[in-house]
């Protein structure tokens, strides 16, 4: 079993930053991918970017490219999501989820693969 925590939500004017953090503990796979999701109120659960273990492969939706970034500690198991640059529209429930997945991996997506462990979720407000 994995146990993931997420912390670092908060509320923040537009333009502002905040820094979200997964870590992830129990038995973790030796080669992983980390995904961070958003759910906003009324809306479908959104892929925001994602991490691979070991060669640290990335993806970032469309909607964040440029203003968040995924960044690892493997040693730590755990994740860094910066989100700079905050815009109304990312007001959401932020959640961590880990997979398990070949060292071969070539495509790091939110949406490839099934997420089987996740954590309870962190707030983000972001004010206009």
């Known amino acids: 079993e994995v146990h993931l925590v997420e912390t670092g939500g908060g509320m923040v004017q537009a333009g502002g930053s905040l820094r979200l953090s997964c870590a992830a503990s129990?038995?973790?796979?030796?080669?992983?991918?980390i995904g961070w999701f958003r759910q906003a109120p009324g809306k479908e659960r959104e892929g925001v970017s994602a991490?691979?273990?070991?060669?640290?492969?990335?993806f970032y939706a469309g909607s964040v490219k440029g203003r968040f970034t995924i960044t690892s500690d493997d040693a730590k198991h755990t994740v860094n999501l910066q989100m700079d640059n905050l815009k109304p529209e990312d007001t959401a429930v932020y959640f961590c989820?880990?997979?398990?997945?070949?060292?071969?991996?070539?495509?790091?997506?939110?949406?490839?693969?099934?997420?089987?462990?996740w954590g309870q979720g962190t707030q983000v407000a972001v004010s206009s």
């Open positions: 129990g038995f973790i796979p030796e080669h992983y991918v």
């Open positions: 989820a880990l997979v398990e997945v070949p060292d071969t991996l070539l495509v790091v997506s939110t949406d490839l693969y099934d997420f089987r462990w």
């Open positions: 991490i691979k273990s070991g060669d640290h492969k990335r």
